[in-house]
């Protein structure tokens, strides 16, 4: 690419699928992205557009004015058009919206009044309805009519007069049934709409336990409104993931891989403030034994061993215990269950590398009241780092703090401060015996 | 659940849907799950099985004779049985195969041919397939004829004599196209089939990025062997990021969270030996500078912050190295600047915290040459913080090796020895001149 003149570029991204393009869009340094942007035609920047993640699309489309937006973006699904609007500029946004079509601009409106992360705001507004009372002869007849069938439909919608959901009809059945059958006889009724205020996670929950491709979407008084499709809740796992992952060393899910520096400096830095005031904290802890650290000097050399077990044994629960919580595992009746356990398993690694450790130490050094100290810290520290790594997150959920990003911080602060007092505050009282 | 008797549990078992039930065995502690399971129908079993994660079904099914496993697992999605028996003693896999009828059986032993984690392990063999030169009106006729169209299909797949894959057609094209039209008129040929030996993670990426919900696959020579399902994708989506998630905390994702606590020690006992290894090469550090740390105590307890902060950083730049990996976005041309840029933030937000982190120590200890080692130390190790978490992961990836596993247990150790070997060092450096 980048030996490349301009027009042989322009041959190139020409050649490629929009999806293949917009990776290619995604995977470049910023100036490279913004050149090979300005070098799409606008029919593919239209097709681009709706492959780009989140981030990368409204940095391009930010500085545009709406004259030149509205005709890039009104063929965006429903969706899409919605978060992107609610990341423009106030001011864009009405202009764009004034600028669409009656009907789009309901539709819209409608998706958009939805928080971005709920069912209403995942749907798209493109939905085929049926009566139950036809036949299929002549919802057959109705479809070649209309000509299109919009992508990733798997059943039609079935409402009755007051537009509300009564059912599904699957495609399927259209297919392989009699012309005469009725709508009423083949649709599924098994199937629920999704309320538009549930929240995205537990749609994509649904959709992962019951294998749904596409699901309807109704108000607070059972009216169809929209429907969810796959691909959709594709994207929400995916950013959930991103999430948990990202969260758990304090980044964004959105973070653009090859965004500015300085952008990048500003959103980091912030965690790492956080993370510095944690180990002053440890700082402050080691800082009450520095009479017995003169002392001992080997102290000093083996506390931080005490401190990064504790942080890794936690983290193990603590992962754990998060991973579950988003399936959905942890509820009231096993929470004391898998507390226990972890507490066990705690106290079980704990002894195994407190002997380990503890005979190393007191080989080291040639002292056994050290390989003993150490040895005992060990095992609390362990139990202790369990016992916060599967609290912590369980609490904060209560609290209402998302645990994937502040659970790991409270843990290490929790391990670190725990381990040092431990390690040397044992160490006093043994010395202090000793001498 | 814990207080009903167990007619009471049977009659709610009765009730709940057979995904529902799965996901309570799921939450469900052994001793429990072990009475719910027995509790249930063998109709009731059949059905709860496919909605049950690998690891809780293996568990569940380990144990029983080859006659009663038939029953229970014959009508599983082919791609699920063939896993599950691969999880199965040898023994019980021939007898399982021996009971299947000679369709099936073939079918199964075809997908057991590929690894699991390739387009082939994860596909199933129920494809309805059509020829280019017949018309709408005889597909329809085939359809209604078979009676049965197998969940989520959207496409028809069309195969030449020798059953080559030559193009999709869509369901909905049937649905609204004239009887007339033959198949060769409205099939799509822009879709492309997927190699049977692809891996698992390049078919997630394709279905995300085209939006896919049904693919085909072929064999070597194109011949249609089976379809991969969106479910399925899900399925890897999901487990790939339980595995950038658990791997980082050194957890199996297939981690059972309500398993036994011995299973659970003999998991994780092995990550925490492997980290004591990492911390004692960090004290082996320390110990080096035993004669500087006995005359000035305060770097004893300054000293963890540097570290931390190193693995701090680190591992930001770290994750989002293996997401982006995950992701596709590097390569060749963009990892001198992804580099570059990591590089440029750790040395930016080393100087911001340097400074901050260097005035605290000057007036804490008033020692000005101490705020002067310790801003020094910190520069330092997240830059090399910065570099490492970056070329860890590529440099892993080139040898073969999993970086979402090994990665962070190889940046601490890296940040915790420079960071108190530079902090230590400079010290001893430093006191020694002004001595």
Known sequence: LAGGTFSQVRQLLNSLPG?????????????EREILWRLLSQEQETEVLQYLGEEVRVELLRDLPPEELVPL???????DLADLLQELPEQVTSQVLAALDAQNRERLEQVMSYPEDTAGGLMNTDVITVRPEITFGVVQRYLRRRGEIPETTDNLLVVNRRNQFIGVLPLTRVLISDPGTTVREAMRTDVEAIPADRPAHDVAKLFERLDLVTAAVVDENGVLVGRITIDDVVDVIREEADHSL??????DEDEDT????WHTVRRRSLWLGINLLTALAASAVISLFENTLEKVVALAVLMPI?????GIAGSQTLTLVIRAMALGQVQEGNTRYLFTKELAVGALNGL???LVIGATAALWFDDTSLGMIIASAMVLNLVVAAGAG?????AMKRMGIDPALAGSVVLTTITDVVGFFA???????????LV
């Open 19 to 31: 999806a293949e393009t917009a990776h290619l869009l995604e995977s470049s340094p910023p100036r």
């Open 73 to 79: 973006i009104e063929d965006l699904d429903t969706d």
């Open 246 to 251: 990202m969260g758990m060393a304090g980044l």
């Open 258 to 261: 090859f965004g500015s520096v």
């Open 306 to 310: 005490v401190a990064s077990m504790g």
């Open 352 to 354: 195994l590398w407190a």
């Open 390 to 394: 599967a609290l912590i997150p369980i």
């Open 423 to 433: 390690f040397l505050g044992l160490a006093t009282i043994l010395y202090a015996s």
